[in-house]
């Protein structure tokens, strides 16, 4: 079965129990269609095309409300209400509608399609509001006046989805009601750190409906709307939608016709933003005398390019003025020497507005250029961002000194700003001239998102927790991350790795280096931090993904003296206590103390994977044979005896066979200390269903051990 049915298949499987498409056929998922993500911001729309069922289409709650054919009234239960159609039509009612009104708004948790003249029927209900048991304002506390909007959280449509723990009829609210309020909470909490606006509205600040009409809201809902609605009505054989937020399928709905979907649409569209993680970020760098955290939002687009150009064959003591190599050279001559146009993206004039107000000088888009003078070792990466570059990097012409070739090569590492990528390649013909061709080595795209949001909002916190006097500022990387892939997904990325720098530190310069290394007192800062952003995270609710590639902690009198070990159980201390999903995958090395903290088996990830290269142990093969050698050592110094050189190897070699077998990731699965070795490349694949299935389980909260140490 191709990689997308099978994930339609899993994904109906799972999501059709749930989903309001009541007479949608469930068994035979081989009959729909799934189109392609259509993205917009973070989140991703897959259609789902299948037969659509002919006859009337029903009425929505909405629509039977407002034409005052159906009657949702109080019963004097929490949860619990009443519903009678007294119109002539059907009406589909979905779990997950919230009604407006009444003695408090309650979300409906059945589906059901409501006959004509139906007469009275219960139906299961949750408040989406609290301390209210009375009518807002001029409405009628005995019954509810509309149903313009959905459920928006993933957790509380589990919660309804659930069932009630006690019966309706005894008058208590069960332990699924309590869920649904704190999920309802949590709703408003993400909202006002999103949209950097309290959501909660004056009249009742525990109302979700209230929420759900707030203008700010509905004006950061409007874009993804006016994007994505026409999408869904442009086709008479869509029938339901699967969506993820940031690369996560949340859910699906699926109906028995087009026409009740196309209904449904538009209340169906909100969903919750929240944002994944990249690489590189959250490095300090002084400027000014003010510590400034940089915060990757944006990256530029790589095109990696082959250059040819060919020419006339022949000696080469005999004219040529057909050459290969004259033409190449030139046209690399003009590429290298070429000044680009200065673009200045959101991004990068963010940055630059932050550094004028860290050196007390007015910033100005007419010359941008003049701030890199005054910035320190960081200009060199903020300079590569105010413009698309194009680098020349390798050169391949000929054989032999006295044989022309008929053709020459070289590559160029080209790199354009996001919303730039036009321009860039129209500019770069010009400078090839018609006698040199181009071909791709590797092209991605570039990508830039707002510095703004849940997680960005987290990270900042953890970082100006750790250091008060800094500030943190976004800014757009010269290179590249996987936050390109992720992009496509519908996935905001942010770089965020917490380091504390020396102002005189070239850290952009370490990249590709010689010596990569960074302080340890820069990474004693990072560990910090980084216990303050898993604590937050828990509060949110968001599950982490170890991605592990470690030796170990640093050793040697420096890092020890400084406290490394320390640190490094303040991180363990955080990763041991944290309750959300924890996921646990090895690319590499995973040895000593850091496989430990970096959520090991013995800390019981819910799943732990490695790709089929990944070693893990307590000691790498080296180390432990080194170890040996050393005890060996000494054992012949206090003997008075020595050993040769052959003979040391000769000992260490067993040692770390022993150890390489043991840490394959084959010999893991085979004693079960992982779950599943997997091909890199269905990684993504089975890390979206690994978070869909952990979007299933109720939140817990998490308790924290001491820290301060």
Same mark, same amino acid.
Not at 44 to 51: L, N, R, T, W
Not at 402 to 425: C, I, K, M, W, Y
Not at 624 to 641: C, P, Q, S, Y
């Given at each position: 079965?191709?990689?997308?049915?099978?994930?339609?298949?899993?994904?109906?499987?799972?999501?059709?129990?749930?989903?309001?498409?009541?007479?949608?056929?469930?068994?035979?998922?081989?009959?729909?269609?799934?189109?392609?993500?259509?993205?917009?911001?973070?989140?991703?729309?897959?259609?789902?095309?299948?037969?659509?069922?002919?006859?009337?289409?029903?009425?929505?709650?909405?629509?039977?409300?407002?034409?005052?054919?159906?009657?949702?009234?109080?019963?004097?239960?929490?949860?619990?209400?009443?519903?009678?159609?007294?119109?002539?039509?059907?009406?589909?009612?979905?779990?997950?509608?919230?009604?407006?009104?009444?003695?408090?708004?309650?979300?409906?948790?059945?589906?059901?399609?409501?006959?004509?003249?139906?007469?009275?029927?219960?139906?299961?209900?949750?408040?989406?509001?609290?301390?209210?048991?009375?009518?807002?304002?001029?409405?009628?506390?005995?019954?509810?006046?509309?149903?313009?909007?959905?459920?928006?959280?993933?957790?509380?449509?589990?919660?309804?989805?659930?069932?009630?723990?006690?019966?309706?009829?005894?008058?208590?609210?069960?332990?699924?009601?309590?869920?649904?309020?704190?999920?309802?909470?949590?709703?408003?909490?993400?909202?006002?750190?999103?949209?950097?606006?309290?959501?909660?509205?004056? %009249?009742?600040?525990?109302?979700?409906?209230?929420? /759900?009409?707030?203008?700010?809201?509905?004006? $950061?809902? =409007? *874009?993804? @709307? &006016?994007?994505?609605?026409?999408?869904?009505?442009?086709?008479?054989?869509?029938?339901?939608?699967?969506?993820?937020?940031?690369?996560?399928?949340?859910?699906?709905?699926?109906?028995?016709?087009?026409?009740?979907?196309?209904?449904?649409?538009?209340?169906?569209?909100?969903?919750?933003?929240?944002?994944?993680?990249?690489?590189?970020?959250?490095?300090?760098?002084?400027?000014?005398?003010?510590?400034?955290?940089?915060?990757?939002?944006?990256?530029?687009?790589?095109?990696?390019?082959?250059?040819?150009? %060919?020419?006339?064959?022949?000696?080469?003591?005999? /004219?040529?003025?057909?050459?290969?190599?004259? $033409?190449? =050279? *030139?046209? @690399? &001559?003009?590429?290298?020497?070429?000044?680009?146009?200065?673009?200045?993206?959101?991004?990068?004039?963010?940055?630059?507005?932050?550094?004028?107000?860290?050196?007390?000088?007015?910033?100005?888009?007419?010359?941008?250029?003049?701030?890199?003078?005054?910035?320190?070792?960081?200009?060199?990466?903020?300079?590569?961002?105010?413009?698309?570059?194009?680098?020349?990097?390798?050169?391949?012409?000929?054989?032999?000194?006295?044989?022309?070739?008929?053709?020459?090569?070289?590559?160029?590492?080209?790199?354009?700003?996001?919303?730039?990528?036009?321009?860039?390649?129209?500019?770069?013909?010009?400078?090839?001239?018609?006698?040199?061709?181009?071909?791709?080595?590797?092209?991605?795209?570039?990508?830039?998102?707002?510095?703004?949001?849940?997680?960005?909002?987290?990270?900042?916190?953890?970082?100006?927790?750790?250091?008060?006097?800094?500030?943190?500022?976004?800014?757009?990387?010269?290179?590249?991350?996987?936050?390109?892939?992720?992009?496509?997904?519908?996935?905001?990325?942010?770089?965020?790795?917490?380091?504390?720098?020396?102002?005189?530190?070239?850290?952009?310069?370490?990249?590709?280096?010689?010596?990569?290394?960074?302080?340890?007192?820069?990474?004693?800062?990072?560990?910090?931090?980084?216990?303050?952003?898993?604590?937050?995270?828990?509060?949110?609710?968001?599950?982490?993904?170890?991605?592990?590639?470690?030796?170990?902690?640093?050793?040697?009198?420096?890092?020890?003296?400084?406290?490394?070990?320390?640190?490094?159980?303040?991180?363990?201390?955080?990763?041991?206590?944290?309750?959300?999903?924890?996921?646990?995958?090895?690319?590499?090395?995973?040895?000593?103390?850091?496989?430990?903290?970096?959520?090991?088996?013995?800390?019981?990830?819910?799943?732990?994977?490695?790709?089929?290269?990944?070693?893990?142990?307590?000691?790498?093969?080296?180390?432990?044979?080194?170890?040996?050698?050393?005890?060996?050592?000494?054992?012949?110094?206090?003997?008075?005896?020595?050993?040769?050189?052959?003979?040391?190897?000769?000992?260490?070699?067993?040692?770390?066979?022993?150890?390489?077998?043991?840490?394959?990731?084959?010999?893991?699965?085979?004693?079960?200390?992982?779950?599943?070795?997997?091909?890199?490349?269905?990684?993504?694949?089975?890390?979206?269903?690994?978070?869909?299935?952990?979007?299933?389980?109720?939140?817990?909260?998490?308790?924290?051990?001491?820290?301060?140490?």
């Amino acid at each position: 079965m191709p990689g997308k049915w099978k994930i339609l298949a899993i994904l109906l499987s799972l999501c059709l129990p749930q989903c309001g498409g009541a007479h949608a056929e469930t068994d035979n998922p081989e009959g729909y269609r799934l189109s392609d993500p259509v993205v917009h911001g973070n989140l991703a729309i897959y259609f789902v095309f299948g037969k659509s069922r002919s006859g009337p289409v029903p009425l929505t709650l909405q629509e039977a409300l407002a034409r005052k054919v159906i009657t949702v009234r109080e019963t004097g239960q929490v949860n619990e209400l009443q519903v009678e159609n007294t119109g002539a039509d059907e009406v589909f009612i979905q779990s997950g509608d919230i009604v407006k009104g009444g003695q408090q708004d309650r979300v409906l948790s059945v589906s059901m399609l409501l006959p004509p003249h139906s007469g009275a029927i219960p139906i299961d209900s949750f408040c989406v509001e609290s301390d209210r048991w009375s009518a807002r304002g001029v409405e009628d506390a005995r019954t509810f006046s509309s149903a313009t909007a959905a459920l928006p959280s993933r957790s509380a449509k589990l919660a309804i989805a659930s069932g009630l723990t006690k019966p309706p009829g005894d008058g208590s609210v069960g332990t699924r009601q309590q869920e649904v309020w704190k999920s309802v909470a949590q709703i408003q909490q993400k909202l006002s750190a999103n949209l950097g606006s309290p959501v909660a509205a004056p %009249r009742s600040r525990t109302s979700l409906q209230l929420t /759900l009409e707030d203008s700010h809201l509905a004006g $950061e809902q =409007a *874009e993804y @709307v &006016a994007t994505l609605q026409p999408k869904g009505e442009q086709s008479d054989e869509i029938v339901g939608y699967v969506f993820a937020v940031n690369g996560r399928i949340n859910s699906a709905d699926i109906y028995p016709s087009n026409g009740l979907f196309r209904k449904m649409w538009p209340k169906l569209l909100r969903a919750s933003v929240t944002e994944a993680i990249g690489e590189v970020g959250g490095f300090s760098t002084v400027i000014g005398g003010r510590r400034l955290y940089l915060l990757q939002t944006a990256e530029k687009g790589i095109a990696w390019l082959r250059l040819t150009a %060919r020419g006339t064959a022949g000696h080469g003591s005999m /004219l040529q003025p057909d050459n290969a190599v004259t $033409e190449l =050279a *030139e046209a @690399v &001559a003009r590429i290298g020497r070429h000044e680009w146009p200065v673009r200045l993206t959101p991004s990068v004039t963010a940055f630059l507005e932050a550094a004028c107000e860290a050196l007390e000088i007015s910033f100005t888009r007419d010359d941008p250029t003049a701030v890199l003078a005054k910035i320190g070792p960081i200009a060199r990466m903020i300079g590569a961002t105010l413009t698309n570059t194009a680098n020349p990097s390798m050169l391949h012409a000929g054989y032999k000194v006295n044989v022309v070739p008929q053709t020459a090569s070289a590559q160029v590492d080209g790199r354009f700003l996001p919303g730039h990528e036009e321009e860039f390649f129209a500019e770069l013909d010009q400078l090839l001239g018609p006698g040199v061709r181009r071909e791709f080595v590797n092209n991605a795209i570039a990508m830039e998102t707002t510095f703004d949001g849940a997680l960005c909002d987290a990270m900042t916190q953890a970082l100006l927790r750790a250091d008060p006097d800094g500030k943190v500022v976004p800014y757009c990387l010269s290179g590249g991350t996987d936050a390109k892939s992720f992009s496509r997904l519908g996935i905001r990325c942010f770089g965020f790795t917490p380091l504390r720098l020396p102002p005189d530190l070239d850290f952009a310069g370490l990249f590709h280096g010689i010596d990569e290394r960074v302080p340890v007192a820069a990474l004693e800062f990072g560990t910090e931090v980084l216990d303050h952003f898993i604590d937050l995270c828990c509060k949110r609710n968001i599950p982490l993904l170890f991605m592990v590639d470690v030796t170990g902690f640093m050793v040697g009198r420096e890092a020890e003296e400084g406290g490394i070990a320390k640190h490094g159980a303040k991180m363990i201390t955080a990763m041991a206590s944290a309750s959300v999903p924890k996921y646990t995958l090895i690319i590499g090395n995973a040895y000593g103390a850091g496989y430990l903290a970096m959520c090991g088996r013995a800390f019981k990830p819910h799943a732990m994977m490695m790709w089929p290269h990944g070693r893990s142990a307590i000691m790498g093969p080296d180390q432990a044979a080194n170890t040996l050698a050393m005890v060996r050592d000494e054992a012949h110094k206090r003997d008075g005896t020595s050993w040769t050189d052959e003979e040391r190897e000769a000992y260490r070699a067993p040692v770390r066979k022993t150890f390489e077998d043991f840490a394959n990731a084959y010999n893991y699965a085979r004693h079960t200390w992982c779950d599943m070795v997997i091909d890199p490349l269905e990684t993504r694949n089975v890390m979206a269903l690994l978070l869909d299935l952990a979007g299933r389980l109720p939140p817990q909260e998490t308790e924290f051990g001491v820290f301060r140490m």
